[in-house]
Structure formats: structure tokens, C-alpha cells
């Protein structure tokens, strides 16, 4: 079936240096692909997206790039933070039945070293 | 402000036993969705709802069903708890845009 891969699963950084996740998607007709930040004990938020008509976006310190030909697109957070450790899922939408959804990737856990 | 909200934020129930999750949201949203969270598995969708009265099954459905009686609520129900439905359970919205708004979930243990 459809998926979403991400990785790492675990990254551990220098607070000040730069972190970036990467995730594939399967289905080349997904067009929608969210980032979403989970804090420890607290709810999955969304911090960015992206179209699949645009090839990048930026807000502030955090990026998301998408290469639509090889279906894979990534997270870059420039500048980190203590703030920035968290869980951070991928997704990309799947038509299902006339209906679409999210397919998830498995989740990066950022760590930001002081 | 969107609020979804769960009804309890830690559950222990026994095996056999019947379970409701319920979920609830302010933002008149058509669409809502029900996922369980373990570490390593990401979220996976058990059930997604766009419309009152109507459900759909996501990638792991057995166990489970939901209703949808009203636009506000969405329940879950586990219709014989198991020790392997031992998770953390997140609700969802979505309106007419595409931005997913999760509850604060429930941390169910099944003993």
C-alpha cells in the first residue's frame, strides 16, 4: 500500500547548528505535505506546509523543500533551539475513495544539545 | 481558536471490558479522524468520519468502531479491550482546509 518514510528516527544536534528530516512518499498523486511538531506530553501541531505546485517554503528559521520527480521532500531548521526538541511527523495526503487523508511517516525525534 | 477536546486524558481498563473514547469538536468541521500513536509507528489512522452518520475504515480497523451521530462527536469504541490496544489515542479534525487539529489524547492501558 501507499506509505510515507522518514528519517532518521533519532537526531541529535549542537544547539545553534542546522537539522534536517527527509521523507518519501509512494503515491505521486499526493499534493499536500504537512509537518507537524509534538512536543513531550502535548498534541501534534502544525509548524509548515507545502503544496505540490511550489518547491519550497519558508517560515522564519524552519524550511520545507519538495522534489516532486523523486516523491521525497524535507524539513531544515536553521538556527535550532531547546525549543525545537520534539517528535516531528511527515505526511502526504492519499486519495481514498473520494475522500483524502494523511499517510504519516514514523516520526523524527530531534534532540537539541546544549 | 479551533478546540478539540478528549474525554479523559488516562484510561485503565480490563480485558473484555467495553471502552468509549470520545472526542469533540468546537469548529463546526465536517471531517474527523481517530488515530493510535506508538513509538516507532507514527500515527495510524483507525477510522475517519466526513460527515455525520457516515464512517470509513483507515489502515487498522479490527477491534474497533466509531459513531458519528452528531458533527460535534466522534466516538471510538473498543468493543472488547485487548492488552495489544494498550496506546495512546488521538482524535482529529479538519474543515475546509487542509490543517489536521489534534485533541490532547487519551493514554489507554489495558490490563
Known amino acids: 500500500g501507499e506509505n510515507v518514510e522518514q528519517h532518521p528516527s533519532t537526531l541529535s544536534v549542537q544547539e545553534g547548528d542546522s537539522a534536517v528530516i527527509k521523507c518519501t512518499y509512494s503515491d505521486s498523486a499526493s499534493n499536500y505535505f504537512p509537518w507537524y511538531k509534538q512536543e513531550l506530553g502535548k498534541r501534534p501541531q502544525l509548524i509548515i506546509d507545502i503544496r505540490s505546485n511550489v518547491g519550497e517554503k519558508k517560515d522564519q528559521r524552519i524550511a520545507v523543500t519538495l522534489n516532486k520527480t523523486a516523491k521525497h521532500f524535507s524539513l531544515h531548521i536553521t538556527e535550532t533551539q531547546p525549543e525545537d526538541s520534539a517528535v516531528y511527523f511527515c505526511?502526504?495526503?492519499?486519495?481514498?475513495?473520494?475522500?483524502?487523508?494523511?499517510?504519516w511517516g514514523a516520526g523524527t525525534k530531534l534532540i537539541i544539545k546544549p | 481558536d479551533v478546540k478539540v477536546t478528549q474525554s479523559s486524558r488516562y484510561l485503565v481498563k480490563r480485558t473484555g471490558e467495553k471502552v468509549f473514547l470520545e472526542c469533540v469538536q468546537d469548529?463546526?468541521?465536517?471531517?474527523m479522524f481517530w488515530y493510535r500513536q506508538d513509538p516507532g509507528l507514527g500515527l495510524r489512522l483507525i477510522y475517519f468520519s466526513y460527515d455525520v452518520k457516515m464512517k470509513e475504515k483507515g489502515d487498522i480497523p479490527e477491534g474497533y468502531s466509531v459513531s458519528r451521530e452528531k458533527k460535534e462527536r466522534f466516538s471510538l469504541i473498543l468493543e472488547s479491550a485487548s492488552t495489544n490496544q494498550t496506546s495512546m489515542y488521538l482524535c482529529?479534525?479538519?474543515?475546509?482546509?487542509?490543517?489536521?487539529?489534534f485533541g490532547p489524547g487519551t493514554r489507554l492501558t489495558v490490563t
Open positions: 505526511a502526504a495526503t492519499l486519495l481514498r475513495d473520494s475522500n483524502y487523508q494523511l499517510i
Open positions: 482529529a479534525s479538519r474543515g475546509r482546509v487542509d490543517e489536521q487539529y
Open positions: 469548529m463546526d468541521h465536517e471531517n
